[in-house]
């Protein structure tokens, strides 16, 4: 079977090919604006499966994996912001300035179907951040140096980011980056594809 990645994200892609060698992407290109008191864990979990179906519906005899993420910051033991792809110098300065000195969650949602037998399986991966205290100095020389306003929440940690955080914490570093291997390869095996059967030496 093809295997399709709902997205057009070169990061996922990227992580993909650490496990498939051979598969394709197609853009789902679907209204990713949370609705009216959604929160990130549904909001991440419902577009993951619109991205998946969208392309699904296009896709026969495929395996197709589609994914989003979202930063959440929590305001209070009830509130949260949710601090998504900045597109700007303006608003990713806003994020990193809100990100100084907290913990934030980065959710990862993921959808996998069948298309051949219907079957859809979705899970989800939560990854922390503890950011340090930055300055608004700092943030301003690591985004002209980064340029991350394709990230959720401003940072790319697996580059130049990492200089702002203190730590990380969670089960799958791939999460953070989006697109949660470990689960991801799980859900591929129950599908009835063989990660390592299937993957070809370049």
Known sequence: MRVI???SSPYRAELLKRI??????DSPAIDETALANESGRQLVMR??????????NRSPNSLVIGCDQVACLAVDSSAEVQLGKPGSLAIAEQHLAQCSGKTVNY????CLINTKTGDKQTFSDEYLLHF???????ITRYLSLEKPFDCAGAIKSEGLGVTLINRH??????????LPLIKLSQALEKAGYDLLENYTLL
């Open 107 to 110: 959710i990862t949602a993921c």
């Open 132 to 138: 340090r205290s930055l300055n608004p100095r700092q």
């Open 169 to 178: 914490e969670g089960n799958d570093p791939t999460s953070l980056v989006g």
């Open 5 to 7: 990645l709902a997205s």
């Open 47 to 56: 577009l993951a499966i619109e991205k998946t179906n969208t392309v699904a």
């Open 20 to 25: 498939i060698t051979n598969f394709s992407c």
